[in-house]
């Protein structure tokens, strides 16, 4: 159901949906004597059936400057998605959210709670949460900037060190924009820096915590109306269990489009280098409109992996042709 008032301000949607489903038709049938008998028709009760529902519902107030969201979900353990394999069940979350704009950008602030083992049929109880908060602010006409911070937990009331899980992970980023209104030269340079710190408090997993720094810049560059050119470099610092690794990736993309971009061609030329090892990846993308809402697609890419403490290569080739039709 969708229920909308106060000028579509305040949306609040529910969706329900019951699962029965019986693995094993071979199985005895279970006592249905008070079992209407159109449902009997439909479904036989088997020692090896199973019967539950899901449930959502979202809440959302939209006003001039701020919104608000609210979530509750619920999945029961016994619940099987027909038409959705990787569905979780064994699942209750409670999300929150806000939004506050104002002219040079806004504030969001976001947080959900979720728990499982709703049946007390599992050994231990496992909680997952989530708090994440983004300021996105337009500090020059040309410059836009995004600072974000998220924490992510999960622990569950294992009284086992084996199986007692108390993990939190901490992200800290940050992203600047520069736009300069030109078709040739620089048009654009990104410059992004994230801090990653994760732990878990079992005193049998003290030492497995890492800490990563990352680091990427790219600019775009106009060559003339048809062809651009996106120079990359990236580095990223990994801490774990006393080692560190330094990873950098280079890489150099062009987009070129022709016949009033009916044809559009990307390609892009990758290499890591981490450690010993030296990772080089090609890839070539053409795609051609027919006409008609048909598009023929061409792709090349490979995969060269140089290095190792035995010198060694490892080389992967693949090869694509694709054709699309739009409805």
């Known amino acids: 159901t969708n229920l909308t008032v106060l000028q579509r301000k305040l949306r609040w949607r529910n969706e329900i949906g019951a699962a029965a489903i019986t693995r094993d038709r071979r199985s005895a049938e279970l006592d249905n004597s008070g079992v209407p008998g159109f449902i009997k028709d439909l479904f036989m009760p088997r020692k090896s059936s199973g019967v539950d529902y899901a449930y959502t519902s979202d809440l959302n107030l939209d006003l001039k400057k701020i919104s608000f969201t609210a979530g509750f979900h619920y999945i029961g353990p016994g619940y099987v998605s027909l038409g959705l394999a990787s569905l979780i069940s064994d699942k209750r979350e409670m999300t929150a959210g806000a939004v506050w704009r104002f002219r040079r950008g806004q504030v969001r602030l976001d947080g959900a709670l979720q728990q499982d083992n709703l049946i007390n049929q599992k050994s231990y109880t496992t909680d997952r949460n989530r708090v994440s908060a983004t300021v996105a602010y337009r500090i020059r006409r040309n410059w836009n900037a995004t600072f974000a911070a998220a924490v992510t937990g999960m622990t569950n009331d294992s009284r086992s060190d084996t199986t007692r899980i108390d993990y939190t992970c901490w992200i800290l980023r940050t992203g600047q924009v520069f736009s300069f209104q030109r078709q040739v030269g620089i048009k654009s340079v990104t410059a992004d820096y994230t801090y990653q710190h994760a732990a878990d408090g079992n005193p049998l997993r003290k030492f497995t915590g890492t800490t990563s720094?990352?680091?990427?810049a790219t600019a775009v560059c106009g060559v003339n109306a048809s062809l651009e050119i996106l120079p990359s470099v990236g580095?990223?610092?990994?801490?774990?269990?006393?080692?560190?690794?330094?990873?950098?990736?280079?890489?150099?993309?062009?987009?070129?489009?022709?016949?009033?971009?009916?044809?559009?061609?990307?390609?892009?030329?990758?290499?890591?280098?981490?450690?010993?090892?030296?990772?080089?990846?090609?890839?070539?993308?053409?795609?051609?409109?027919?006409?008609?809402?048909?598009?023929?697609?061409?792709?090349?890419?490979?995969?060269?992996?140089?290095?190792?403490?035995?010198?060694?290569?490892?080389?992967?080739?693949a090869g694509r042709l694709i054709l699309t039709r739009r409805f």
Not at 252 to 262: D, H, N, P, T
């Open 235 to 317: 580095l990223i610092s990994t801490r774990a269990g006393g080692n560190r690794i330094l990873t950098q990736i280079y890489t150099v993309s062009g987009r070129y489009s022709a016949l009033r971009r009916r044809l559009v061609s990307n390609a892009t030329m990758t290499v890591s280098v981490a450690d010993v090892n030296t990772t080089l990846r090609p890839n070539l993308r053409s795609s051609y409109d027919l006409g008609h809402n048909f598009a023929v697609t061409g792709e090349f890419e490979s995969t060269v992996v140089k290095g190792g403490a035995k010198p060694s290569q490892f080389t992967e080739v």
């Open 213 to 216: 720094h990352s680091a990427t």
